[in-house]
T-cell receptor, first 111, second 110 residues
Framework: EAGVAQSPRYKIIEKRQSVAFWCNPISGHATLYWYQQILGQGPKLLIQFQNNGVVDDSQLPKDRFSAERLKGVDSTLKIQPAKLEDSAVYLC?????????FGPGTRLTVT | LAKTTQPISMDSYEGQEVNITCSHNNIATNDYITWYQQFPSQGPRFIIQGYKTKVTNEVASLFIPADRKSSTLSLPRVSLSDTAVYYCLVGFEGFQKLVFGTGTRLLVSP
C-alpha cells in the first residue's frame, strides 16, 4: 500500500514569511498527526485529528500555527509568520489504530 | 506535560543483544508504549507496541515492569543496519496524550 505522502520535502523561507505543508495519509486511516522534530530531539506532537475533528492541539502555537483536515483526508499545516525557532522537520503520520505510519517529513529552514 | 527520557547513546557489536530503556511517569494499565526506529532524513518506523508486561514480535521484545515507570526495548541480535536513533512513544491517558522520548542513538560496530 502507498505510504504517507508529504510535500514539499524541503523549504527555505525568511522569518516573518508564511509557509504551508501538505500531507496525504494512508487511505482509510482516520487519525492524522502533525509533529515538529527539531534537530537532535524527539518528535513533538502539534496536533492530532480524528477524521476532521481535533483530538489534541495543546502544543500547537496557535498564534502562528494552524492546521486543517478537510473531508477527513488530506491535511495542511500552516505557519504565519515564521520565526527562526520554527526551523525543524515537520512530520505527518496516520493510523488506523494506535500504530502510526510516518511520512518522510518536510525540512523547514527559516533564515 | 509528562516527561519521557532515554539514554542519549549506546554502543554495541554485531550479534549482541541491546536493551534500551525509556523512563516515564507511571502509566495506566492500558496505556501503550510504542518504539520507533529512525534513520537520517526519514520518518520514524514502527518496531513494536504493547501495554502488557511482555510483548514479542519477529524483530524485538518490549518489557514493562510492574510499576510501569519504565519500559525496555530489547533487540536480540543487532546488525550494522540497526545503527539508528530509537524513540519510545508513550500514549498517556489512553493514547490521548502522546509523548515521544528523547531518543537513543545506537551505534553497532563490526
Amino acid at each position: 500500500e502507498a505510504g504517507v505522502a508529504q510535500s514539499p520535502r524541503y523549504k527555505i523561507i525568511e522569518k516573518r514569511q508564511s509557509v504551508a505543508f501538505w500531507c496525504n495519509p494512508i487511505s482509510g486511516h482516520a487519525t492524522l498527526y502533525w509533529y515538529q522534530q527539531i534537530l537532535g530531539q524527539g518528535p513533538k506532537l502539534l496536533i492530532q485529528f480524528q477524521n476532521n475533528g481535533v483530538v489534541d492541539d495543546s502544543q500547537l502555537p496557535k498564534d502562528r500555527f494552524s492546521a486543517e483536515r478537510l473531508k477527513g483526508v488530506d491535511s495542511t499545516l500552516k505557519i504565519q509568520p515564521a520565526k527562526l525557532e520554527d526551523s525543524a522537520v515537520y512530520l505527518c503520520a496516520s493510523s488506523l489504530s494506535n500504530e502510526q505510519y510516518f511520512g518522510p517529513g518536510t525540512r523547514l529552514t527559516v533564515t | 506535560l509528562a516527561k519521557t527520557t532515554q539514554p542519549i547513546s549506546m554502543d554495541s557489536y554485531e550479534g549482541q543483544e541491546v536493551n534500551i530503556t525509556c523512563s516515564h511517569n507511571n502509566i495506566a494499565t492500558n496505556d501503550y508504549i510504542t518504539w520507533y526506529q529512525q534513520f537520517p532524513s526519514q520518518g520514524p518506523r514502527f518496531i513494536i507496541q504493547g501495554y502488557k508486561t511482555k510483548v514479542t514480535n519477529e524483530v524485538a521484545s518490549l518489557f514493562i515492569p510492574a510499576d510501569r515507570k519504565s519500559s525496555t526495548l530489547s533487540l536480540p541480535r543487532v546488525s550494522l543496519s540497526d545503527t539508528a536513533v530509537y524513540y519510545c512513544l508513550v500514549g498517556f491517558e489512553g493514547f490521548q496524550k502522546l509523548v515521544f522520548g528523547t531518543g537513543t542513538r545506537l551505534l553497532v560496530s563490526p
